[in-house]
């Protein structure tokens, strides 16, 4: 079956110009969640969804960076006015039976 | 909070060796542990989760096993090969559902 995808696998954009992100999980699983790799710094928890409870923001760095779920499904990740350090992977999960299951990432390079 | 640490940073081995990663964890209060495996450029492949009530699972060549008490989690590969060179990354749930928090990783190669 279709596992975790997500799009674009790469995206170069402007130090100053808003990006979107964009995560299709696994059909079914109902938790989501968006983690950050960027080089030297390890992996780094973002947002999480689950089902229709008020999202887990608490790892969102700072208010340029924001997250919806249309319908349960579809995920977006928005960062506006994007500066050099947002320069990483970013890393969308869904989960079943306690398995987080991973996409393969878009690289944001911000020049 | 908590903190995952893995040892080694990374590892170099002759294929058909058995080898041991190890990770710690500083709170010991987990929900469950997962190794992944990350090949370079691409996403994260789940290897084996171990609830906290178990002591270890097995899948093919890898065993994990998981002493909450102290803290610690080994990965063990047997019989390595080339085709098993990558990043292992073994992280921790604190509950159910609950965001994963991870290790910096070992890198792992497997000579021919």
């Known amino acids: 079956g279709a596992g975790v995808s997500q799009s674009p696998s790469n995206k170069v954009t402007e130090k100053g110009k808003d990006v979107e992100l964009r995560c299709d999980p696994i059909?079914?699983?109902?938790?989501l969640y968006w983690y950050r790799q960027s080089l030297g710094q390890g992996l780094e928890f973002l947002i999480y969804?689950?089902?229709?409870?008020?999202?887990?923001k608490s790892g969102l760095p700072s208010d340029r960076f924001s997250a919806e779920r249309t319908g349960g499904s579809v995920s977006t990740l928005t960062i506006q006015r994007t500066q050099q350090e947002d320069s990483a992977v970013y890393l969308c999960?869904?989960?079943?039976?306690?398995?987080?299951?991973f996409g393969p990432g878009t690289r944001l390079t911000v020049l | 909070k908590q903190e995952v640490t893995q040892i080694p940073a990374a590892l170099s081995v002759p294929e058909g060796e058995n080898l041991v990663l190890n990770c710690s964890f500083t709170?010991?209060?987990?929900?469950?542990l997962q190794w992944f495996r990350q090949d370079p450029g691409k996403g994260l492949t789940s290897l084996l989760l171990?609830?906290?009530?178990?002591r270890e699972q097995t899948s093919g060549r890898l065993n994990a096993s998981l002493d909450k008490s102290s803290g610690r989690s080994t990965l063990y590969i047997a019989a390595s090969q080339p085709g098993d060179s990558a990043t292992y990354l073994c992280?921790?749930?604190?509950?159910?559902?609950?965001?994963?928090?991870f290790g910096e990783g070992t890198q792992l190669t497997v000579n021919p």
């Open positions: 709170d010991s209060a987990i929900y469950n």
């Open positions: 171990i609830q906290s009530s178990q």
């Open positions: 992280a921790v749930t604190e509950t159910s559902g609950s965001r994963l928090t």
């Open positions: 969804f689950q089902g229709n409870s008020a999202p887990d």
């Open positions: 059909s079914g699983h109902t938790a």
């Open positions: 999960a869904s989960t079943r039976l306690d398995t987080q299951y």
